[in-house]
């Protein structure tokens, strides 16, 4: 099993950066895709990054491209998502995923553990 567990949210203005940490435990992260998502009140959970097991591939919604940028430090079991150029409607809930389909995938029904979020909050 691996057990996600987000960090590094909070209120940022439009414009500015931030950095998001999502800290995996179990031995056997290295060998899952993890993934962002995010999600509004009363919306779907949706996509913003994944990055495969090796680190090598990585995916992105169109909204976020050129932008974020998502990694992983396998010796640390840790997955970032760097945030820049942050747009009020960035505003969510971000959650960090993992799946042991380790290609890498978009979708919420590919990620079998998930962590219990950070609040993102981008003013205008």
């Known amino acids: 099993q691996v057990q996600p567990v987000e960090s590094g949210g909070g209120l940022v203005q439009a414009g500015d950066s931030l950095r998001l940490s999502c800290a995996a435990s179990?031995?056997?992260?290295?060998?899952?895709?993890m993934g962002w998502f995010r999600q509004n009140p009363g919306k779907e959970r949706e996509f913003v990054a994944s990055?495969?097991?090796?680190?090598?591939?990585?995916y992105y919604a169109e909204s976020v491209k050129g932008r974020f940028t998502i990694s992983r430090d396998v010796a640390k079991n840790t997955v970032y998502l760097q945030m820049n150029s942050l747009k009020p409607e960035d505003t969510a809930v971000y959650y960090c995923?993992?799946?042991?389909w380790g290609l890498g995938s978009a979708a919420v029904g590919m990620h079998d553990y998930w962590g219990q979020g950070t609040q993102v909050t981008v003013s205008s």
């Open positions: 990055i495969n097991w090796t680190g090598g591939r990585t």
């Open positions: 179990g031995s056997t992260f290295r060998s899952y895709a």
């Open positions: 995923a993992a799946a042991q």
